[in-house]
């Protein structure tokens, strides 16, 4: 694999200014919308980070991000007629080269891993907030997938489903880039039995990473055997409310991470909203929340993925040239776990990459 870019200069920059190579997006649209360019290096806000990148991951929010899609989330602010951020990619992993005025935690030269505004690029900025110092034990590429997807499960089990030791725990998208932290994550904070939710292709990975029990979404419905759990992450979201309440022990936690298969306009954000409203006058918790995006969640990440109670579930690899085919893949459902973009040539810790 190659991770040479065929890209054409673009936006006029000042002579001499640094540029960089980075996948863009002028509109909103399919995936093939997104194209290689040439741009000019972002610059350091006061509380930002320059990072190197060294590879990307690829995650449900980066298509809902070039898609505009479900309509509803332009209203929250991605970009009302076109994305705000032009250079596409969240996840990120690299080497820091620039700190703003106002950041004490990193310097130049500190390997990080975390959530950046641009990281299909050579270069990225990210709020130091959002990032953490890569374990030596992490490799690049685990680190690289980590950040949106761990630490929106982490907070689905600690601070919004509040998981006991030794409580049930059902996980529904268990395959996907949320759900293979969420397995992991439940078993690593001392859940009893984690049940995975997962299409039949993925039932030997859910297990793979941890899942004591599977039940195939393709076969059966959640609610077809009588066990009931403590706690139930959503993430897969094509189950009606009354069927996740179902599931519920009496004084059991549902919380809604997240769920495809909606309309245009709001996605699954339907069932979110439902659920709060149903909270009041059922038994059990209903919850649904929008992943907070700070450095206590990320260091606490990077603690599971040091100790290798959490290992990233690496499903494809792409060059940065082949992000629009990677988005493709994601959307069509035949990825599982996290996407990959190898950015740089180089091979920035050989001994953990
Ligand atoms: N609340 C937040 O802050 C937050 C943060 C991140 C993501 N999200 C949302 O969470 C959702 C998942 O994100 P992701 O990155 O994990 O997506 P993903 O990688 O595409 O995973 C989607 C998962 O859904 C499963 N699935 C598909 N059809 C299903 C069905 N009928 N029943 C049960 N599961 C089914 C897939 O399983 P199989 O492939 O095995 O069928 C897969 O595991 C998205 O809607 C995303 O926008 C929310």
């Given at each position: ?148 997807s761990g630490i929106t499960a982490l907070q689905a089990l600690t601070e919004v489903g509040r998981l006991a030791p030794g409580q049930r725990v059902l996980v529904i998208g268990a395959?996907?880039?949320v759900g293979?932290f969420a397995v992991q994550l439940a078993k690593a904070l001392g859940a009893g039995r984690v049940t995975a939710v ?30 009931r759990y403590d706690l139930v992450v959503d993430i897969g979201g ?6 996740l309440l179902?599931v519920l022990a009496p004084t059991g936690t549902l919380v809604i991470v997240g769920g ?12 979110q909203?439902?659920g709060l409203?149903?909270s009041?006058?059922?038994?059990p918790r209903l919850t649904a929340f929008i992943s907070r995006?700070?450095?206590?969640s990320?260091?606490a990440l990077?603690?599971h ?49």
């Open positions: 694999m190659t991770s040479t870019l065929l890209h054409r200069p673009d936006a006029p920059t000042e002579p001499d200014a640094p540029v960089m190579a980075a996948i863009v997006q002028d509109r909103y649209g399919p995936p093939e919308s997104l194209r290689p360019a040439t741009v000019p290096r972002p610059v350091v806000g006061p509380d930002q980070v320059l990072v190197a990148v060294h590879a990307a991951g690829i995650d449900r929010g980066t298509w809902h991000l070039a898609t505009g899609r479900p309509y509803v989330a332009r209203l929250a602010g991605i970009g009302l007629r076109r994305p705000k951020n032009r250079v596409a990619g969240r996840d990120v992993a690299g080497r820091v080269v620039a700190v703003g005025d106002g950041v004490s935690r990193f310097a130049a030269g500190d390997e990080v891993f975390g959530i950046a505004e641009g990281s299909f690029a050579t270069y990225a900025v990210a709020d130091a907030d959002k990032l953490a110092l890569r374990p030596a034990a992490v490799a690049v590429e685990a680190a690289a997938v980590a950040a949106t395959s996907g880039g293979t997962a299409g039949t292709a993925n039932a030997e990975l859910v297990r793979a990473i941890g899942a004591d029990e599977v039940i195939d979404h393709r076969r059966e419905h959640i609610d077809a055997r009588s066990d094509r189950n009606p409310l009354r069927r179902r495809e298969g909606g309309n245009r306009v709001t996605g699954g954000a339907g069932r909203l439902r409203l149903l009041p006058f059922v038994r995006e700070h450095h206590e990320m260091d990077a603690r993925l040091a100790d290798g109670s959490v290992v990233p579930a690496i499903g494809a690899r792409w060059d940065l040239a082949q992000v629009p085919a990677a988005l493709r893949a994601l959307e069509s459902g035949v990825t599982s776990g996290k996407s990959l973009v190898l950015v740089d040539d180089t091979d920035a810790d050989p001994a953990t990459a």
